[in-house]
């Protein structure tokens, strides 16, 4: 979809907190037939909106499982490089609303290895499909997908570019989590410089009244241009080397994982990496309300010892990945 | 499904054009229970009926996008190639008739790789699935198959033999683009030699009273013995080497690639290759009610500038192969 | 799901042989919630009761194809190595049931590359879906993922652990064709030392009185401690080489492949190789009722002119095993 349709967001009106929701066949629904590609694209007015859907979604779920709001329609799930909690989570979404999936994966062995364009590819599952989920390792992918495809492209992560639905499921977990977003301190973790995660998160906070916490290896920093457009729309920012520096103002701690690869003198690695790891004691001296949250997967960033405290979060927050998924497709086709 | 079944399509009355056709349980369906292995098995009652099924496939999916024709039915989709084209139609077909897959596509990973036989592999499927979509490397897999199983097989491809649903689909194409057959005159532009896709629909053409252009470098000629049978049936043919002989007559270009690979000497492939590729000074020369077709996928043999031309009609042949797909499913069901 | 809740399955009355069973929401069903990691944990009230409702599946299926027992219950299907049949068979038993499929078999590529542990991934997954098939090459990843796991994970074979549903299949295809399993004569044939499907098949024919007939050249004997644990239990074995020697006898004639590959000395391997492949004079030879069972894939141990007497249940032993995981998914879900 062109993307020239997505300034109609902003007719729509605000949604109260705890609206109700009918589902039907709303082609005055706000999202109806638009493309998700970018966190850019939403205003709170429209996460208000994603997050009450999500929030109706993770109730209807917990009623009935699933149910059929979106029988007959069909997602191709699209995926030119392999990501299993993505894919899996989009493909439940799906199920969950009674629709079908064309999986496809094997891109590299087939058509694309004959060489077919990316806008070929998309003009032609759109022809067998509702909805077009895509991942693909190059920036701007789903930018081009969307330029030639008339049915909607959900980008599911677009090589360093970006990954909006895993932005607006970490929001979501914070709003679920804590029921509000102004006000909190959040405290972003590890490896802030190529993270795309905490990129598209940090923006998205900044629409509210946060404080920010960046917490990383002085080569990791989060990259000066974010960290100014930030302070810029009046987010207070700190910036430190040691997490116990900022933990006990925690609300909400982001982890992500400081990759060895990062690093040019492993001496350096090997130096800094204890500071950001969680493990009981960090739970001991961290807030009793705080969420601790992580994208997964993890390799050892978050010791399994925590995964009891109830205050871990990250198996809610995929969880979350699932409502917000399935809002999503009901809304861009019509049915939320 | 044995083939001595199949003479059984000549007893089934001529439908006409515009039927109506009660979708149920019909045990009298002409297909119930055949396989499709052939363009060879199709006269023209049988591509009447072909034809009558998919038209009301494509304005039940314009009214209502799915519908549970098939629904409890299971269609094994093995591909011991990858084609994400025809795989993904096959897939798209049966979910929106409410059925459900099992996708098989890792074939050479597994009891292949242990040494499984061809026929123990569909019998192993038909005890899940009620129909098996086949698609393999080998010249006469389908046939071998269709000989073992009870199911019926629907051949996705079997190597330099025989891909019937894409030159039904291709059929379907011009019949529903133009609305009659007779008459026309086709022209069939590129490799002429290699592509199966060009020799089924050629020999489904002349059921008709068409007048083929074959328009080819001289060592990718239709091969002879096709030519004769062609000839032999009453089809006016003109052969060529430029395209402009024969455009302003044509009434539907089909275009295929030419591969490099196929010329000994490249100064060869470097002369003729701009001889074979579309773009908009061709249209321009072009009749206006031509229509344009290709397999797919293309790789430079028609210019994305005539992606806009309303007598470009590959996209729609994809959809076209959707409800082709979706009537042979049907049939072979007994919906149909 | 923690094996502890499972000795829960003793105060379930044992059923009648030819039950009604009412499908419904059964909290109360025995096996609800629970995991399938092992045929240990199957007494005889519990087969009676796998077998009553994969009878019973047999029926529906054979009258209505399919049907909506778990219509929106979705089953995670993780296959951390390729296995075609075990996978087809249990989406072919999830989509008859009406449920969906979230097919992951890729991991190798994808989260697991990127070194996520097995209890992650089946918490990632149980976010998603309802119950999950895990194969995978490690003897004790099934009963990890189930220490992990809220929801029921089955297990599709870990390593040269176990495959209980192989097991169950194999005996419930005994009771289906023979009707009774007391009195019978099972002889196994072939590798009788590294077969993890004849070990099974050996521990649960022993809760029964039965007769075993051990057939394997020398090298490839039943391992000593299962051989004293079968004759400890009061089954009567016989070992022997040639299976002409208790053929005459034989009721269930259960055959696997002796791989070339167990041989360090090939003499030895050439020698007895043609003393383990079934062929039409074998048959001519074995009993009129005798059943003929392979655990598929076989590669030459039964010859295909075999496969046309009635004698030849292999095929059929696959379509058993559609309902043996048709009934083992209803049940851990609650709906048997």
Request: charged residues 25%.
């Amino acid at each position: 979809m062109p993307t020239s349709g997505q300034s109609g967001s902003r007719s729509h009106p605000a949604r109260s907190d705890n609206p109700y929701l009918p589902f039907g066949d709303r082609r005055d629904a706000p999202f109806y037939g638009r493309d998700i590609l970018s966190v850019r694209q939403f205003d709170k007015v429209d996460l208000r909106y994603v997050f009450g859907v999500a929030h109706e979604m993770r109730e209807m779920v917990a009623r009935v499982g699933s149910f059929d709001l979106l029988k007959g329609k069909i997602l191709a799930s699209l995926f030119y490089e392999p990501s299993t909690r993505t894919s899996a989570s989009f493909t439940a979404a799906m199920e969950r609303l009674g629709g079908s999936v064309i999986p496809i994966s094997e891109v590299h062995y087939s058509s694309v290895a004959k060489g077919e364009s990316l806008p070929d590819t998309v003009r032609t599952l759109e022809c067998y499909a509702d909805v077009i989920v895509l991942r693909h390792p190059e920036v701007g992918s789903a930018a081009l997908a969307a330029e030639y495809a008339r049915k909607p492209i959900i980008n599911a992560g677009d090589g360093v570019g970006e990954h909006p639905t895993q932005a607006l499921l970490d929001l979501f977990t914070i709003v679920e989590e804590v029921g509000h977003v102004d006000g909190l301190t959040v405290t972003l973790l590890g490896d802030l410089r190529y993270g795309r995660t905490v990129h598209s998160l940090a923006r998205l906070l900044s629409l509210w009244d946060v404080r920010l916490r960046l917490v990383s290896p002085k080569i990791l920093r989060l990259p000066p241009p974010l960290l100014s457009e930030l302070i810029a729309r009046g987010v207070e920012v700190v910036e430190c080397e040691q997490l116990e520096e900022v933990l006990g103002d925690t609300d909400v701690l982001y982890v992500t994982r400081v990759q060895k690869e990062r690093f040019e003198n492993l001496d350096d690695y090997e130096r800094v990496r204890g500071a950001y790891v969680i493990d009981a004691a960090t739970m001991a001296a961290a807030p009793e309300h705080m969420v601790l949250m992580h994208p997964f997967p993890r390799v050892g960033e978050i010791h399994m010892e925590v995964d009891v405290d109830p205050r871990a979060a990250y198996f809610r927050q995929m969880e979350y990945g699932l409502y917000v998924r399935m809002a999503l497709l009901a809304m861009v086709l019509g049915k939320a």
